[in-house]
């Protein structure tokens, strides 16, 4: 069976661009191409379209960091995320009803002060909440544990299959060609200029290539002779039986490691980490994660208790020592370009499509896009950002 949107038959032996990787930033910067007038597009995925980090993340969306860097970048995906639906004419379910960073201790809480203030001043609105305010705001939560938070109001989450499939359909809808069951052995390269890739259907041919391969890109990029200090990281999420409304907005946990929301249907949908790194590209899940994530939940949101978990999953993504993402064409190999070691990726990518098509296109690089080039990786330059909900094992 054909999924909508994907096209049947092989691909041909030649694309003016090919993009590796169906997930959500391969698609939007497919489609983003398209609209710019690039049509000649095959975007070519191993599995199915989302069927990576981009159907399994917990599609929380936000945009107020603790960096200039990350908050330029994600308030312009924001706002994408608002306008999405509409211009993809596919309803991505985009719920900004605000997205909470809660804070437990007296220390967390002045440095999220001082967080805001930066915020203010790089344009992106934010609220320091006390624990009155977050008590009315998530008035199910342990109050041990939210001493106070900070609060965007316009953030919060979307339905990340919903997200894929509307720049899915879109992209294809203006022309590109997206293929499942495709393998992408290796980058193919010649005196500096990619050519190509070489795939289980044969080579194909191109002059621009975008690695968009996830956890995965790394293995790509040392095909092509590209070497980043990447690592894979795996995640793990639950969703539970849908109970009655009783958490409007998106909540992450700096303390315990956790972000979680309910959706329109009721379920609560959470995950957390432990301390430590943990590197296996496997998706079986394990019991200590699942343990992990219902006695956090439950310690946060007591009424959980006796809830029953519907499903938990496992999920990887790529990271950077500095846990930014790398965008941008790639040093030494020209015309190929790298949308990868994303964290917050599904958040990020109406933005990173764009700029990054934007660049393809035209060769000059937007000034939001400019500081997650590659080459600061190489040089030992690293973006510092705080408010990152993930275990950073001491390699940020
Ligand atoms: C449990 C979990 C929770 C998360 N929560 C959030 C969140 O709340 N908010 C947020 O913004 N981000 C979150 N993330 C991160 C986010 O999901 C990722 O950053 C994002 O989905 C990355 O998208 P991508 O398109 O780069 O990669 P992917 O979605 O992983 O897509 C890569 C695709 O490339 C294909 N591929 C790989 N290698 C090859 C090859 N050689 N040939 C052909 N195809 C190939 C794969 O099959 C895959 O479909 C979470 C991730 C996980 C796992």
Request: charged share 20%; glycine share 10%; proline share 5%.
């Amino acid at each position: 069976m054909t999924l909508p949107g994907v096209a049947a038959g092989p691909p041909k032996a030649g694309y003016d661009v090919v993009v590796v990787g169906a997930g959500v930033q391969g698609l939007a910067t497919a489609y983003e191409l398209a609209r710019s007038g690039v049509t000649d597009v095959a975007v070519l995925d191993r599995s199915w379209p989302g069927g990576g980090a981009s159907g399994r993340n917990g599609e929380m969306i936000r945009s107020a960091f603790s960096s200039r860097e990350w908050s330029q970048l994600f308030d312009l995906s924001l706002r994408r995320f608002s306008e999405l639906s509409a211009e993809l004419d596919f309803n991505i379910l985009f719920s900004p009803s605000g997205y909470l960073v809660l804070s437990t201790t007296d220390d967390e809480l002045r440095r999220q002060h001082l967080v805001a203030a930066k915020q203010a001043e790089y344009g992106v609105q934010s609220e320091v909440l006390d624990a009155a305010e977050v008590r009315r705001l998530v008035p199910h939560a342990n109050p041990e544990l939210a001493r106070g938070g900070i609060f965007q109001r316009r953030a919060g989450f979307a339905h990340h299959d919903a997200v894929v499939w509307g720049y899915l359909r879109a992209a294809a809808r203006a022309g590109v060609s997206v293929f499942s069951g495709v393998d992408v052995h290796a980058v193919l390269a010649s005196g500096g200029r990619v050519t190509g890739v070489r795939t289980d259907h044969g080579d194909i041919a191109a002059d621009v290539v975008v690695n968009a391969a996830g956890a995965y890109s790394d293995d790509l990029n040392l095909t092509a002779g590209v070497r980043l200090p990447l690592v894979k990281a795996r995640l793990e999420m639950l969703v539970t039986e849908p109970v009655k409304p009783f958490l409007r907005c998106a909540v992450a946990t700096p303390h315990l490691l956790g972000y979680c929301h309910q959706t329109a249907r009721g379920e609560f949908v959470g995950g957390t980490e432990l301390p430590g790194h943990d590197e296996t590209d496997s998706l079986n899940t394990t019991y200590h994660m699942l343990r992990d994530m219902a006695t956090k939940w439950v310690r946060l949101f007591p009424d959980l208790g006796g809830v029953r978990i519907l499903r938990n999953w496992a999920g990887t993504v790529s990271q950077a020592p500095d846990l930014a993402p790398v965008l941008g064409e790639a040093p030494g190999v020209s015309g190929y370009h790298l949308s990868i070691a994303w964290v917050y990726g599904f958040m990020g990518a109406p933005a990173a499509g764009r700029l990054l098509a934007e660049s393809i296109v035209t060769g000059r690089v937007d000034a939001v896009m400019a500081p997650f080039e590659a080459r600061r990786l190489i040089e030992g330059r690293s973006i510092a950002e705080s408010t990152l909900v993930l275990t950073t094992d001491g390699r940020s």
